[in-house]
């Protein structure tokens, strides 16, 4: 299993990026996004953006939910602010959001966890009543964390910067491919394209390791019939190559 190939799910940039993480292992990436993130370009939505990233100061929180949001926001950021605020708490969902914020000069701290359940967790402590919140996301982003931040007394905004789109692949990009042994899969929506795709063209599939960042990312695909999901614990490239490392151990039991 030293020579595994690994199906790499992510969005780009993130997955060439994955990709040599685990060349530099010595397996063998196979780069197949489940996700086209595409920027907000229409000139009616950018201008509402330009107007909402100048009002951003009068927030108390601004969350980024994933690398996608928080690069693109420091485009914005460096657009609209010279100086950012000093008054707002900028915080990223999970330590690889995190670090491309803070890689955008944006001094953000993070959560313990990995994903949007472990924030809610760590904010529980934290005073939401009246507290203006800015959700920077895609659009039709996952409304959970929003809706339990409101729950607790926060005043709740959104800012959608992308547009996330299922890549259009046919039936010969999937009979191309090499065997594969395992698969990393990073958000439900990803899981969604794949298990679409993988029943119209590759139905074995179902049988093989499937890597997910969370528990219920992991439950989402058993109930879609992945019969051998396992829980990375992160959506991040160490825990992935944590997880793989575990996996490939087993095999070689």
Not at 55 to 64: A, G, S
Not at 120 to 133: G, H, N, S, Y
């Amino acid at each position: 299993m030293q020579d595994c190939h690994i199906l790499i799910t992510r969005p780009e940039p993130e997955n060439s990026l994955s990709c040599e993480r685990i060349s530099a292992h010595g397996w063998t990436a196979i780069p197949l996004p489940m996700l086209d993130i595409v920027a907000i370009e229409e000139a009616a939505q950018k201008a509402v953006i330009r107007a909402q990233v100048f009002n951003i100061d009068t927030f108390d929180y601004v969350l980024f939910v994933s690398k996608n949001a928080a690069r693109l926001a420091g485009d914005w950021l460096d657009a609209c602010w010279p100086m950012l605020p000093a008054n707002v708490h900028w915080i990223g969902i999970g330590q690889g959001t995190t670090q491309a914020l803070i890689e955008e000069g944006i001094p953000a701290i993070s959560n313990p966890g990995q994903t949007t359940e472990a924030l809610l967790e760590w904010l529980k402590p934290v005073k939401m009543k009246d507290q203006k919140i800015l959700i920077v996301r895609g659009e039709g982003g996952r409304p959970e964390l929003g809706n339990k931040l409101q729950e607790r007394g926060a005043n709740v905004s959104y800012l959608s910067l992308y547009e996330r789109r299922k890549p259009r692949y046919s039936a010969q990009t999937f009979f191309m491919l090499p065997d594969i042994h395992l698969i990393w899969v990073t958000s439900g929506e990803s899981l969604d394209n794949l298990s679409e795709y993988v029943t119209q063209h590759k139905p074995e599939w179902k049988t093989l390791p499937i890597l997910t960042p969370s528990a219920r990312v992991n439950q989402q695909a058993k109930e879609m019939g992945w019969i051998n999901a396992s829980c990375a614990n992160g959506a991040d490239d160490n825990s992935l190559i944590k997880a793989t490392e575990f996996h490939i151990g087993k095999q070689n039991d």
